[in-house]
């Protein structure tokens, strides 16, 4: 099947820096790659699509200044948290869509953690 | 307003019981439902599809049904094994979206802990 991956798996910065997080589909191409966040034992909230070839679009509420999201080909996507502070600390998911079938289905990636100090 | 609600929101059994989780749903056009087991610590990993016209499917020890017309899903669990520790969770997608994720409502899960 689909294999997402993501890296780095975790991840402990000081509040203030900034931090890349990477998502890669390893055997299929994902024109969109969706961008997720997750706090403990809640649901995944999804933040932002991201576009290969132009500009990544945001849900309500999130910022686009504050995620950074990059799709620099058709198997990677980026995501920076930019000037993080401990209010961005999370476990955050990416998905990319591919049949499973003769349905298209996400498949996600295994999260990063982020701990902001 | 698309939602999906799930129970219970956690459930403890031992070793070997089965057990089922229940999703309901308030989605439209409802196009597919998912399953999902996640992992502490992990990205979620998909268990089971169905389509409106589809109701049951089974992978390996699971099975998921779906009542298209009560808009209502549940997973069942059988002997259970300790690696079924997890959350799952219930996913619709509204029709049109394409399998897009902005087309995804997520449950918030029933966090499931399996006893020795």
Redesign the interface.
């Given at each position: 099947g689909a294999v997402?991956s993501?890296h780095p798996s975790w991840v402990i910065c000081k509040s203030g820096t900034s931090v890349k997080i990477e998502c890669r589909s390893l055997d299929f191409q994902a024109t969109?790659m969706?961008w997720?966040r997750q706090f403990p034992?809640?649901?995944?909230m999804?933040m932002a699509?991201s576009n290969e070839g132009s500009k990544a679009t945001y849900?309500q509420g999130v910022e686009k200044d504050k995620f950074l999201i990059n799709h620099a080909s058709l198997t990677l996507s980026t995501l920076t948290v930019t000037s993080a502070h401990p209010e961005d600390s999370s476990?955050y998911?990416c998905?990319a869509?591919s049949l499973?079938?003769d349905?298209?289905?996400?498949?996600?990636?295994?999260?990063t953690?982020l701990l902001v100090l | 307003k698309n939602q999906v609600e799930q129970s219970p929101q956690s459930l403890i059994i031992l070793e070997g019981k089965n057990c089922t989780l229940q999703c309901n749903y308030t989605v439209s056009p409802f196009s597919?439902l998912?399953w999902?087991k996640q992992d502490t610590?992990?990205?979620?990993?998909?268990l089971t599809?169905m389509?409106f016209s589809e109701n049951t499917k089974s992978n390996g020890r699971y099975t998921a049904t779906l009542d298209a017309d009560t808009k209502q899903s549940s997973l069942h669990i059988t002997a259970s094994q300790l690696s079924d520790s997890a959350s799952y969770?219930c996913?619709v997608s509204a029709g049109g979206s394409?399998?897009?994720?902005?087309g995804?409502t997520?449950?918030?899960?029933t966090?499931l802990i399996i006893q020795p």
């Open positions: 997402v993501q969109t969706f997720y034992k809640q649901s995944l999804l699509t849900e476990f998911i998905s869509p499973a079938g349905q298209e289905t996400q498949y996600f990636g295994p999260g953690r | 597919n998912r999902y610590g992990r990205g979620p990993v998909s599809i389509t969770i996913v394409g399998g897009g994720a902005d995804l997520f449950g918030k899960g966090h």
